[in-house]
């Protein structure tokens, strides 16, 4: 395919060069330097010795960790099933599996009444929060290797749900920040039910965000001079209706079926304003208006159905999932650009999507004596991508693609679930996928693929109060339809051409300690690495007229690695009645050999470390609470053809919340944010053709965002 944008001129006094090919890029001069694994030595000293929770009866009893009932939580005074689970301690949410491959293995840590959701477009705190809290009987902590789901590891929470009657919740919240309109329209309703034997649940919300902005930005020659000075001004606006039904049917015959569908609407508005002045004639002056607008349509219907049948084994059981999804986004990115003694010009760039996710799967569960669970199973996926875009300037000609993307996924897998022995929980999976890649609107032939995947998970009880876990796995990433279309930037004045791609692959290894204490510390630390295939990264590509653009390509392999942690301590024990202190974090890195220097960097803007740290007292005798946190995030550069890119938060994210829980009968929490004025900052290096060449321009802007207040009231019924 060769159509495409050639020679644009994004601003006036840039030139680019972008050609639309969709055919995969022969140019593979990389390899990757072998690194070391990392040897983490987890010790961590018994600070308290306190007796576990109470523990149901299984075939293992030490895989279930704790039980808490709802008496736990009365300090809380929760509202929904997502208020009771974030105050277990040393327990964190997995939030978001949206971007996994099909629907083949749990990455959600939460059941409800012992079964996985059947969606990927909620996560747990969008299906925890639908769940009032009066009707949550008990939640159990169970370690996820003893289990008979695909796929689960280390701390699991079930949530056990009993409806009876009407009840729900609701939430409403304002927020109020310097130099933004107040945000009035955010809430939330959900409602639960039973007739008969069927339970419902109906939730609704309104999400809004605004956020604005500003600072100066400075523009220096490849020598360091000051060239130009700049002050942009930025806001965002965005707002997200949502509604999802879920209905479970329990049948007399132990037969049970779930059918959920979702829906959302998003409206996204960026307003950008720069004024620039030259200096020494070095640069031109004038003004500039960047605005982008995004709206999206989504929508998803997902069940399952589980009937009892022994056709080997005890306890079999047969369950079948099925899912579609799609989404529509129409975007649109103009570009006002108005320069002393230059013509005024608008450019403009539209993309409309369309993509699309068909997901079958079928599974036999069964038993083998006590201690010995099986599950075997077969998925089939279909996901399609249709974009359509168009580039032009004012009235001019314009340049338009189509690109059309298709994967076909047939997968299956065996998994066992072994209690060893009362301590020892070892889960083991073993399986492989054919696939097929379809570029029609390319001349391009179909691709396939076939590649093994699984893993080994174990976790060993030390004592009550510690247990090790470990895994090893094989898996296959979810592919980026995305890298298919060419986009522009045109604040920016860049382009990234359309390339073929496939998923990635990755050997994952993990080791973690968990401690357990609900009346002192509590948490896990897990250390990691990654030994990736086929990772993406952005390469120059010889186009067949000699012009060489930049796009996205898989490289040979790519390597990363950490330590995570996340604590919770009781402070009762030391005097600070009502009090915990709650920290998550990471430290990680990653290695791949740059396409254009050829030398050992870090993966483009991933996460090199993380603090967020909460203290939190709910006064004793009292229905009053605060709260204090702080966060703070680092990212690594991203690396561009003759682009690096560094952003940087200057200042940790800081608020103070009061809240209290029985107010008029309602509970209230008051939020102050950006407490420390948090900052950005971003500095641009721009070369002459590519990173090996000339230094030709560097940027450096700052920006501020303003203060926030936040109202928040909620209550059930």
């Avoid at 109906?202 to 130009?228: C, H, K, R, S, V």
């Avoid at 998970?457 to 898996?475: D, F, L, M, N, Q």
């Avoid at 653009?549 to 009645?577: F, H, R």
């Avoid at 209230?668 to 004025?677: G, R, V, Y």
Wanted: glycine content about 8%; charged content about 20%; aromatic content about 10%.
């Amino acid at each position: 395919m060769t159509c495409g944008f050639q020679n644009f001129p994004l601003r006036p006094s840039e030139k680019i060069n972008v050609g639309l090919i969709l055919r995969r890029s022969g140019f593979k001069p990389f390899s990757s330097s072998a690194l070391g694994l990392v040897l983490c030595a987890l010790v961590a000293p018994q600070l308290y010795a306190q007796p576990a929770l109470e523990t149901d009866t299984v075939a293992n009893a030490s895989a279930v960790q704790g039980v808490y009932d709802p008496h736990y939580f009365n300090q809380f005074q929760p509202r929904t099933a997502y208020d009771m689970v974030v105050r277990i301690p040393g327990f964190n949410l997995q939030e978001d599996h949206t971007d996994e491959r099909g629907f083949g293995q749990a990455t959600l840590n939460i059941l409800i009444n012992g079964r996985r959701p059947s969606s990927k477009s909620s996560s747990a705190n969008d299906i925890l929060g639908r769940i009032p809290a009066d009707t949550v009987t008990h939640i159990k902590i169970i370690d996820g290797a003893s289990l008979d789901i695909p796929g689960l590891s280390g701390q699991v929470a079930d949530i056990v749900v009993s409806v009876d009657n009407l009840s729900g919740n609701w939430r409403y919240a304002a927020r109020f920040e310097e130099g933004t309109e107040p945000q009035l329209l955010e809430g939330a309703a959900n409602f639960s039910g039973k007739r008969g034997n069927l339970e419902y649940t109906i939730g609704l919300e309104a999400y809004q965000f605004t956020f604005t902005e500003e600072g100066p930005e400075y523009f220096y020659d490849g020598t360091g001079t000051l060239i130009q000075n700049r002050y942009e001004d930025a806001a965002l606006q965005q707002q997200q209706p949502r509604a999802n039904i879920n209905l479970t049917l329990n049948r007399p015959n132990s037969d049970v079926a779930n059918l959920n569908i979702s829906g959302a609407i998003l409206n996204q508005n960026e307003f950008i304003h720069e004024t620039f002045s030259g200096i020494n004639n070095a640069a031109p002056s004038g003004d500039s208006v960047g605005r982008n607008g995004v709206d999206r349509h989504e929508f998803e219907i997902g069940g399952d159905y589980a009937t009892p049948i022994n056709l080997w084994g005890d306890k079999g059981q047969f369950k079948f999932i099925g899912l579609y999804s799609e989404t529509h986004t129409d975007s649109t990115r103009r570009f006002l650009f108005d320069a002393d003694n230059a013509p005024l010009t608008l450019s403009t760039f539209l993309r409309d999507d369309f993509s699309s996710e068909y997901i079958g799967r079928a599974e036999y569960t069964w038993s083998q004596g006590n201690n010995q669970d099986w599950v075997l199973s077969a998925e089939a996926a279909f996901n399609r991508l249709e974009s359509d875009t168009e580039l032009f300037i004012d009235s001019g000609p314009r340049a338009l693609d189509h690109v059309e993307v298709e994967e076909s996924r047939y997968q299956a897998n065996i998994t066992q679930s072994w209690a060893l022995t009362p301590q020892l929980n070892i889960q083991t999976s073993l399986g492989a996928e054919y696939s097929e890649i379809n570029v029609p609107t390319s001349d391009d032939a179909k691709e396939s693929f076939f590649r093994p995947k699984g893993f080994l998970s174990a976790s060993y009880t030390v004592s009550p109060t510690y247990v090790w876990r470990g895994k090893i796995e094989r898996s296959v990433g979810q592919l980026d339809f995305g890298t298919y279309v060419s986009t522009v930037s045109l604040t920016e004045g860049s382009a990234k051409q359309g390339n073929a791609t496939v998923p990635d692959q990755r050997w994952k290894a993990e080791l973690e300690l968990e401690r357990q204490d609900s009346k002192a510390l509590s948490g896990k630390i897990k250390g990691f690495i990654n030994f990736i295939d086929d990772p993406l990264d952005n390469i120059p590509i010889l186009l067949s007229n000699g012009s060489i653009v930049e796009g996205p390509a898989n490289l040979d392999s790519a390597t990363t690695y950490g330590v995570s942690a996340n604590l919770t301590w009781i402070l009762d024990s030391i005097g600070g009645k009502g009090m915990r202190l709650s920290m998550d974090g990471q430290i990680a890195d990653s290695r791949i050999e740059d396409p254009v220097t050829f030398e050992n960097r870090s993966l483009n803007s991933t996460l090199l470390w993380y603090y967020e740290v909460e203290l939190r007292q709910d006064i004793p005798g009292t229905s009053l609470a605060w709260e204090v946190e702080l966060e703070q995030s680092r990212n690594s550069e991203l690396y561009r053809v003759s682009e690096v890119f560094d952003t940087r938060f200057i200042r940790p994210e800081a608020s103070l919340a009061f809240i209290h829980k029985d107010l008029l009968g309602l509970k209230w929490a008051l939020t102050l944010s950006n407490l420390l004025d948090f900052k950005a900052q971003r500095n641009r290096q721009v070369f002459s053709t590519n990173r090996a060449e000339t230094l030709i321009r560097q940027e450096e802007f700052n920006r501020q965002r303003g203060r926030r207040v936040s109202l928040e009231i909620s209550d059930t019924f």
